[in-house]
């Protein structure tokens, strides 16, 4: 092992001594500048911050595993760093113009900033590889910045970089990379209307949710001239525009987030209508897995009359809360016995979860106004995880300490680790996990088994499908989040599930199948 360190420290001395004798006033100018815009992460800040602007999901999510792999692989090295002791190289040879101007306090195994570059790089091209090449190429600039200024050994920096590309890989354990291709779901017996210029469309844009705006009212009016776009203001009533609109509407249409698109599901299914989805949110996950990014592809959708019969998810018994919403009716089109029925309080598209979730909802609303959402999403997880405790609750007839209980409409995959996305949007089932809070230690064991990528065999942990499940508070109302959207139920409830009662448009070749689960054994 010393041998093998002698030569490397030699091999080290002769790149350096190579690159002190390189003479580029191009180089001298632009590596040391672009070291100087890696600090604390900066130049990574910005390039997310870039990214999220452009408005598309896919870009968004790059942004976001970018940071995440940066924030991990930045406390490693930190870490790595304090273990090794390494001194940094001498200054000597190297031009007074290329120098740091702060000389730096930290030991030099690894460097931090060749970690970092290589994760965020990596990060993003997992999610967008088109986009990915250029980060990488930016990240090798500063990579090769930390030598170039005499900051670092070569050997430091190619550590650094294997460290962050590792880390930057393992995101995909506890953030599952999504497919390539949307969710399977049948199309409906009846079909959907076709509305080549949008005459019967009647379009609610929600411009508080992300990214819907005035530019998705103009895309959509350029390509529908016929249609009805309503741009929602600060305070307007969402519920009442969307009620307003199905009463004059053939096809229901919304731009916006999750939350927004519940809502306008919510009415569509009360009025028998076909959904028009225009993404709009921050991570858009229904419009995701139904196959459509944007105002092209949900356009090409209606004209063609491409639609799907999708499940919808149902909260029973849970009585008059914060937002009563009553389902009843047979909605036109929709497949026979598969239609809503009175008796049913609320519903969702995506998921439906109570326990330490909730709390996480009010947390980042409380502070959202004041630091925006991410930031306040991360403030809100801290303050959660260290204040907040199991909920006393009656699962199936069980007595449960629970500190997270999700029901998924439909099977998310992968098995075993984070719910990522849905293989199908008519299985027919709820996703029932859950966190059982009587176990000792069951917050740090689900955060290091969701870190490390072994949440299947976590003790605190269970995962099962079912058509229904039942809760019970023996402490009255229940606190549960549908699709992101926060309300407080009756003491007891049912979560259960619609089959294939919303019809939504999407892209013919996004999934479209005849195939019903239950024939081939997947109900």
């Not at 002791?85 to 000389?103: E, N, Q």
């Amino acid at each position: 092992m010393r041998g093998l360190l002698r030569r490397i420290s030699a091999a080290d001395d002769r790149l350096m001594r190579r690159v002190a004798s390189t003479r580029s006033p191009g180089l001298d100018r632009v590596l040391p500048a672009v070291g100087r815009a890696a600090n604390n992460s900066l130049l990574w800040m910005g390039v997310a911050g870039a990214l999220a602007l452009t408005g598309s999901p896919r870009a968004r999510r790059a942004a976001l595993r970018g940071l995440a792999a940066v924030a991990i692989t930045s406390g490693t090295a930190h870490t790595v760093k304090a273990l090794t002791g390494r001194r940094r190289p001498g200054a000597g040879g190297i031009p007074l113009s290329r120098r740091l101007r702060r000389a730096p306090v930290t030991t030099s195994f690894p460097s931090g900033h060749a970690a970092s570059a290589a994760a965020f790089a990596t990060g993003v091209a997992l999610e967008v590889p088109g986009v990915g090449l250029p980060v990488a190429g930016v990240a090798t600039a500063v990579a090769v910045s930390r030598v170039f200024t005499g900051a670092h050994h070569p050997s430091d920096v190619l550590a650094g970089a294997a460290l962050g590309i590792g880390l930057g890989l393992a995101t995909r354990r506890w953030w599952p990379l999504r497919p390539p291709v949307a969710a399977r779901a049948a199309r409906p017996r009846h079909g959907a209307p076709a509305l080549p210029t949008g005459a019967g469309l009647v379009m609610v844009v929600n411009p508080s949710a992300g990214s819907a705006g005035e530019d998705v009212v103009t895309a959509v009016r350029a390509e529908l001239p016929d249609a009805e776009v309503i741009l929602a203001g600060p305070n307007d009533d969402l519920a009442a525009l969307f009620a307003a609109a199905a009463d004059r509407a053939t096809v229901l249409g919304v731009a916006g987030g999750d939350g927004t698109v519940n809502l306008a599901a919510r009415t569509a299914l009360d009025a028998g209508l076909p959904l028009f989805v225009v993404p709009g949110g921050t991570l858009n996950h229904f419009a995701a897995d139904v196959g459509v990014t944007g105002v092209e592809e949900a356009v090409a959708a209606l004209r063609a009359g491409d639609a799907a019969a999708v499940d919808v998810g149902v909260v029973r018994g849970a009585g008059s809360g914060d937002r009563p919403n009553s389902v009843s009716g047979t909605p036109r089109g929709h497949d026979a016995g598969d239609a809503l029925t009175s008796g049913v309080d609320a519903v969702f598209l995506n998921t439906c979860s109570l326990g330490v979730y909730v709390d996480l909802v009010h947390a980042r609303e409380r502070l959202e106004g004041r630091i925006g959402k991410w930031p306040a999403a991360l403030v809100g997880l801290v303050h959660v995880l260290r204040h907040s405790s199991p909920v006393p609750m009656v699962v199936d007839g069980h007595r449960r300490r629970v500190w997270l209980l999700f029901a998924g409409n439909g099977h998310y995959a992968p098995p075993g680790m984070v719910p990522s996305h849905r293989p199908r949007l008519d299985d027919g089932l709820l996703d029932i996990r859950m966190v059982d809070g009587t176990r000792p230690f069951a917050r740090l064991r689900l955060v290091l088994a969701v870190v490390t990528g072994t949440l299947a065999t976590c003790r605190v942990y269970g995962a099962r499908q079912a058509r229904s499940v039942r809760l019970r508070s023996p402490h009255g109302p229940i606190g549960l989040s549908l699709d992101g959207e926060v309300t407080r139920t009756g003491p007891a409830l049912t979560i259960g599930k619609n089959d294939r009662a919303l019809i939504v448009y999407r892209p013919a070749e996004a999934g479209a199948t005849t195939e019903r689960p239950g024939a081939t054994g997947g109900r």
